[in-house]
């Protein structure tokens, strides 16, 4: 059994009668020599006051909020003289790492630490101190009223070791004093709110769950394995994309005319011919004239990787969803391979029998929406692609032409893009120069 011993509040400066905002040990504690005991704090600066010897803490002859100045006992320690290990006097000007980040105001005599003659030992305490100032605690940004927010250097500390804002921290102690509990309170609420956290960093707000029945009768109905995969694409492409759209129209009267000229001879081949193969040639020959568009940005965004080879994507709209399979190789195919494969394609789509490698590779993507109707529409670029084409549905309207109105099939064109990667000039020259070869079909071959 060891020795009894009063410890008692250190030389701490001018300050007296400071208030004790936290005790940091309990009756039958094992202490050790530089342990904190407890916070105080003043007008001025709180500071937390350390044992000066390791021992076991019998009795506490303080309770919070009592004030103390130099001299006033703290506890009565059970010193273990063969295990105690004084606190070495730190020497003038030691780096205070070791303490609390000290914007100090109390200036830090720090006593003998041998063993007092008589049972009372004075701790080392001001080395912990810590103005509160609002330079006192860098690390830890002001409650935004220019007020730091109140806690204890050990709280301080604690919060620090966790990486909270004590500033979003509402404190539950005396005073709206910050304790332990709410750090851990805080940092628990955050970690159980992981979603939350990522749409933060989007600078989104979150998704509010509600609940629709209270106004009338719902209905829930499960995504489909396609509707949820596609969504994930569609969101990150939407969000990591800058889009722009560009519009245009091209008179396609001209191609409609050669297309139904074409139409007995693909059905003796059995294939229906729409408008959409004639569009992929004309896609092809602008991208092999604008390399950019039928590019990918590298992962490092210092660089477009360039493709030499035109497989399309086509938007297929399917009972599950959609899908975009790709149609290899458009520049080696002809206008009736093409039709062939897209109706081929498109009705495995249509029965869920697309494989893997029939959605990959795609250089450039075309959503057709002609079939349904519409003017316009905005598509989303299938990342890693950089740009999109959407078509709408063909009116006749009338244009004027050589000083005359004439009726005149249009087919508007809606050109998404990265624009990252794409100037919008750029956009323009692509589309005008599409609308050229929709206009006039021959000059695909050019
Ligand atoms: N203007 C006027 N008529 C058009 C047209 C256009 N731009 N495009 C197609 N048509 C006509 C076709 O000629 C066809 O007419 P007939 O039946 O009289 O011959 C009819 O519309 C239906 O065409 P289609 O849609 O079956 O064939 P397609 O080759 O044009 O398109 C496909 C094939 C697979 C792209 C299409 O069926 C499809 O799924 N489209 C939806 C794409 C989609 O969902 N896009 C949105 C993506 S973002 O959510």
């Known amino acids: 059994m060891g020795r009894e011993s009063v ?47 390791g021992g076991t803490v019998k009795e506490l002859k303080v309770k919070l909020g009592d004030r103390v100045s130099q001299g006033s006992p703290i506890l009565t320690l059970i010193v273990d003289d063969a295990a105690a290990e004084p606190v070495p006097a730190a020497a003038p000007g030691a780096p205070p790492e070791a303490r609390e980040p000290q914007a100090v105001a109390v200036s830090a005599p ?67 004093r910050i304790l332990k509990e709410d750090v851990q309170a805080f940092v628990k609420a955050r970690l159980q709110q992981p979603e939350r956290a990522s749409s933060v960093a989007f600078g989104l707000p979150e998704a509010v769950e509600i609940d ?68 992929m040639k004309a896609v092809v020959a602008a991208l092999k004239t604008f390399p950019k568009f039928n590019a990918s940005l590298a992962a490092n965004g210092e660089e477009l990787i360039l493709k030499r080879y035109y497989h399309l994507g086509f938007a297929v709209d399917t009972p599950d969803g959609l899908v975009v399979p790709v149609l290899r190789d458009a520049d080696q195919k002809s206008v009736f391979e093409i039709a062939a494969e897209l109706g081929e394609v498109g009705s495995r789509a249509r029965g869920r029998k697309l494989r893997n ?20 529409f905005t598509p989303i670029v299938n990342a890693p692609e950089v740009a999109i084409l959407g078509v709408s549905r063909a009116q006749t309207k009338p244009v004027y032409r050589e000083g005359a109105w004439q009726p005149r099939l249009m087919l508007p064109l809606s050109l998404s893009y990265d624009h990252r990667v794409i100037d919008g000039a750029e956009a323009a020259r692509f589309t005008a120069y599409l609308v050229q070869l929709l206009t006039d079909i021959r000059r695909v071959l050019l």
């Open 110 to 176: 720090v006593p003998s630490p041998t063993s007092a003659p008589e049972d009372v030992v004075e701790t080392p305490a001001a080395p912990a101190a810590t103005a509160a100032a609002p330079a006192v605690d860098r690390a830890e940004p002001s409650s935004g009223h220019g007020v730091p927010p109140h806690a204890s250097p050990s709280v301080r500390r604690f919060a620090r070791e966790l990486g909270a804002d004590l500033s979003r921290i509402s404190g539950t102690g005396t005073k709206g």
């Open 212 to 279: 629709y029945s209270q106004f009338g009768a719902i209905e829930r109905q499960p995504l489909s394995r396609i509707n949820k995969l596609s969504a994930a694409a569609l969101h990150r492409a939407w969000i990591t994309i800058p889009h722009v759209t560009q519009h245009d129209e091209a008179d396609i009267t001209d191609l409609e005319a050669f297309r139904v000229a074409l139409k007995p001879e693909a059905e003796r081949k059995q294939i229906k011919l729409t408008l959409l193969p004639l569009v």
């Open 357 to 376: 490698p029939d959605l990959q590779g795609g250089t450039f993507t075309i959503s057709s929406l002609g079939g349904i109707g519409g003017t316009a």
């Open 7 to 53: 410890v008692v509040v250190p030389d701490i400066g001018d300050f007296k009668d400071v208030e004790i905002i936290e005790i940091l040990v309990n009756p039958g504690d094992t202490v050790k020599a530089e342990d904190s005991l407890i916070s105080l704090e003043s007008d001025k600066a709180a500071m937390e006051i350390p044992s000066s010897m």
